[in-house]
């Protein structure tokens, strides 16, 4: 088949077995037979239109895939450091001896601290608490949003956090979490001075030029039997990641369960 795509090979060939079918089906009419093979020849053209439409809108839809990616909001992890020059590093708190996750980048420094208590006044479950300063050693201010915090990729939202609720309705106590009832952050183990909290999601706070930022983090674990326990203590099962976005970059850290501190009575 000379001269013939390879595309079109099979069409031909199926087109020569339509003939002889119809030969030996008694169309012996030429006419009869250039009808059908025109027939033919019209749907496969069709066939093949729709084929290449098809394609090209896959195609496209695949170069806006690739523009929403490029657009979207960059970030970096910890202990995964980037081409851009991002570096992870770990300390040990000087007072507790517990880790503290660092992420550096372009003047920039964010540390993490983490620990877990258990639901205090006879609830269930496992709170999450996550304290992290931003260091600002550029020329410029900085803007910190909240970020968000998931355990084995489910979400973990954040708690509303009052100092007391004292002078609130009862309805509002029901909607809110004590401090005095969370002792990650009353035994002063978490700073608690600025809360990243449901009320605050929208909140922008700013760092200086050569000062720093601590803010806290609470969330109740969404899973049901969380914790697994050993000879060297129980810790939460899984991974968890906290991340706060500092301008437009999320800096994200995880936490493996075993290496969050037990900070409750």
Known sequence: MNGISASRVPFCVGLESEVRRLVLHGVNSATAIQHHVLQTTVQHSIAVSLAVIALTIVTHAQDDLSVFKTEATS?????????????????????????????????????????????????????????????????????????????????????????????????????????????????????????????????????????????????????YYSVLCSAEGCFPKGTIRFSVTVNSTDFVFIWPGRAMVYCGK
Not at 89 to 113: C, F, M, W, Y
Request: charged share 20%.
């Open 75 to 223: 970030a970096f992890v910890w202990g995964e450091d980037s081409l851009r020059g991002a570096v992870s590093s770990s300390v040990l708190d000087p007072v507790t001896g517990n880790a503290i996750h660092r992420l550096n980048h372009g003047g920039v420094e964010v540390s993490s601290k983490a620990g877990f208590e258990a639901v205090g006044s006879g609830g269930s479950g496992e709170l999450l608490s996550f304290t992290t300063t931003i260091v600002n050693n550029t020329e410029s201010d900085l803007s910190v949003r909240q970020g968000g915090a998931s355990v084995d990729g489910r979400i973990a939202l954040p708690l509303a956090v009052v100092h007391t609720k004292k002078g609130l309705s009862k309805k509002q106590r029901n909607q809110v979490w004590e401090l005095a009832g969370m002792n990650c952050f009353s035994s002063g183990f978490l700073p608690h001075e600025i809360f990243l909290s449901p009320d605050a999601s929208s909140k922008v706070f700013t760092v200086t030029q050569k000062k720093a930022l601590t803010v806290s983090f609470v969330a109740k674990d969404p899973r």
